[in-house]
């Protein structure tokens, strides 16, 4: 697997190793959109979340890299988003279908989604030169692996793993303050906070498993079901914003 760090490598190597396959995949799936565009967002996506979490995970030893190229990523993911957030609401509703459908619901919600995909396709094609802002992406993606030769992380094993310990450590402390945060309010935005800090401890779990093996794979088998349960929770609670917003 890529998205793991071998403990019997150098740290910035394996790092920017890892950087560099979450550029270049994502790239590949931007140029080719095999699976189609409003998928290859999707996926492209997901790749830029991946590289966040790497650096997360390591910003204590370089935070002005580490903060720069994650705001990197970010604005690239940001500039992709309207699409594929529209895109979220159909699938939200295509679960239901699947899932919990009834006779008496299921034709009210196929005409939901009906509307929802529409929505899609207009936001689709109002949104202004979307083949741009792509080759903006994969161009912000090649800028962002030549930024990799600059670099450089504790490659002893000591002060390696005290850095991988700390960064993991730090988010998981948010994870449970932010968990504590959504219990007493309960508002969608704090669950949504929680749930990024989740998906970035999953992304650390994996990231980690070849160091501590079966620890880490448990991790990440119960931080990933609950990372999914909490964004199936937001993409509900989007949509029903959305439903009070356009009746």
């Not at 590949?28 to 699976?35: A, N, P, S, V």
């Not at 996926?43 to 979490?53: E, I």
């Not at 650096?55 to 970010?74: G, I, K, S, Y």
């Not at 741009?132 to 094993?157: H, Q, T």
Request: hydrophobic share 45%; proline share 3%.
């Amino acid at each position: 697997m890529t998205y793991r760090i071998r403990p019997d490598k150098p740290l910035t190597g394996e790092v920017v190793r890892i950087a560099r396959v979450q550029y270049e995949k994502a790239i590949d799936i931007l140029y080719h959109e095999k699976k189609g565009r409003y998928q290859a967002i999707h996926d492209a996506r997901k790749r830029f979340k991946r590289l966040r979490g790497l650096f997360r995970l390591v910003r204590d030893a370089q935070p002005e890299f580490c903060a720069r190229e994650n705001a990197r990523v970010r604005d690239i993911a940001r500039t992709l988003s309207m699409v594929r957030d529209a895109t979220a609401l159909v699938e939200t509703v295509d679960r239901l279908l699947e899932f919990d459908a009834t006779e008496e619901n299921e034709v009210v919600l196929g005409a939901i989604r009906g509307r929802l995909a529409g929505r899609r396709d207009r936001i689709a094609a109002e949104e202004t030169d979307l083949s741009g802002k792509i080759l903006a992406a994969v161009a912000a993606c090649e800028e962002g692996i030549e930024a990799l030769d600059g670099f450089d992380l504790p490659n002893k094993s000591e002060k390696a793993v005290a850095l991988l310990a700390s960064g993991t450590a730090k988010n998981y402390a948010r994870a449970v303050e932010a968990f504590e945060t959504a219990k007493k309010s309960g508002e969608p935005a704090d669950w949504h906070d929680l749930r990024k800090r989740v998906k970035y401890h999953w992304m650390h779990v994996l990231l980690l498993r070849r160091i501590w093996p079966g620890e880490m794979a448990v991790r990440a088998n119960v931080a990933d079901l609950a990372g999914e349960s909490l964004g199936e929770d937001h993409d509900l609670a989007v949509l029903d914003e959305l439903i009070v917003a356009e009746p």
